[in-house]
């Protein structure tokens, strides 16, 4: 909490880097002009006394207010990231009508894997715990967050989304650069220091994506993986919901393990759908669906974990063959070696 103290000394120009919404205090009362070189305090005192008057308020019950609105504001942001901690999910029925006898809490701060055939339901049961589904789905499944059936405001609030969803299909039609793209982000999230979030973003887009690209690049100019990657760290550093859906990361061109790395340090429920080996040994728990139930609960064992290594290095090879053949190269038997 900032105290009244702590505001007298800043300089305007400090408070509104720091705090990129006190502007609006500021012209809800009537001031659009701030000098940033002067303190809250100086700029309090020179206020014209009718504007503080039409305000009902004296110098001082400015800063008090300014410093309560501050306060509120940050208490706000706050509560929407933290609010969830677990989500559980209760079964309901398979694509045979069989009941998916089952009850599982999963928190915030795990990695889930989600495997299973083709058309086995994967989407599904992401799609259930997106729409936080209450036996009103397909499935019959239900699901609560911190153990309690949620508000159905929560459901379906959309500036306070509780799931973040990175689909397979990244394709932006928005005719912007990736700069003012991250900044709509951004404003919308309240986020203070916006530049300096743009920045952080695009590096950590580049260090998961191969080629490089920079703020300036048209978003309908970067592939496929360069999208996914921007949308990754722009979901790891900018939105506050604690959930993130991931419908398979493809492996072209993207470091998956720094991706996942990357939402975790977030202090987020990471799901991933996915038929990749190396992705499904990345979850703590790995969820198997079949004829659109979750037929197990398998917990990643020291065993298994001892494997993740070797299962990269075979990973490691076909994408090396992969780019070999994209180069125009011929397979022979140097494939076979190193
Ligand atoms: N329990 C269920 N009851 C009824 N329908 C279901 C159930 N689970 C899944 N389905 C339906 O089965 C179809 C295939 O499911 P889904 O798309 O989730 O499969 P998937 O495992 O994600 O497939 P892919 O690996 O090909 O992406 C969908 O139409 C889905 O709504």
């Not at 019959?140 to 509780?162: A, H, V």
């Not at 299909?169 to 912007?176: A, H, I, R, T, Y």
Request: hydrophobic share 40%; aromatic share 4%.
């Amino acid at each position: 909490m900032l105290a009244k103290e702590d505001l007298a000394s800043f300089k305007l120009g400090e408070l509104l880097a720091q705090y990129n919404y006190a502007r609006d205090f500021f012209i809800s009362i009537g001031i659009n002009d701030i000098d940033s070189n002067r303190s809250l305090k100086d700029f309090a005192g020179d206020i014209k006394q009718e504007l503080l008057e039409d305000a009902g308020l004296n110098g001082e019950q400015l800063i008090a207010n300014f410093l309560a609105f501050i306060n509120k504001m940050e208490t706000l942001k706050r509560s929407s990231r933290n609010i969830v901690e677990s989500i559980t999910i209760i079964g309901g029925n398979d694509k045979f009508g069989q009941e998916e006898n089952i009850k599982l809490e999963l928190k915030v701060g795990e990695v889930i894997s989600i495997v299973g055939p083709t058309g086995s339901g994967k989407s599904r049961l992401l799609a259930d715990i997106e729409c936080l589904a209450q036996r009103d789905t397909p499935t019959n499944r239900q699901i609560l967050l911190n153990g309690e059936i949620p508000d159905m405001n929560r459901r379906f609030s959309i500036e306070n989304k509780l799931v973040a969803q990175l689909s397979q299909n990244m394709n932006f039609v928005m005719d912007l650069s990736v700069k003012d793209f991250i900044k709509l982000h951004a404003e919308s999230r309240m986020i203070d220091h916006v530049e300096r979030i743009v920045q952080e973003i695009v590096k950590c887009a580049n260090e998961l994506a191969g080629e490089k690209f920079t703020q300036d690049t048209p978003l309908t100019q970067l592939s496929g993986g360069q999208s996914r990657a921007l949308m990754i760290a722009d979901t790891a550093l900018l939105s506050l919901s604690p959930i993130v859906l991931i419908d398979e990361i493809e492996n072209a061109g993207i470091d998956r393990k720094k991706a996942i790395e990357l939402l975790l340090k977030e202090e987020k429920l990471v799901l991933i759908s996915t038929h990749d080996p190396v992705l499904a040994l990345m979850g703590d728990k790995r969820l198997v669906i079949k004829n659109g139930g979750i037929h197990k609960v398998i917990v990643l064992s020291e065993q298994e974990k001892q494997y993740i290594d070797v299962l990269e290095k075979i990973d490691k090879k076909m994408l090396q063959i992969r780019s070999h053949l994209r180069n125009g190269g011929v397979i022979d038997e140097s494939i076979t070696s190193g």
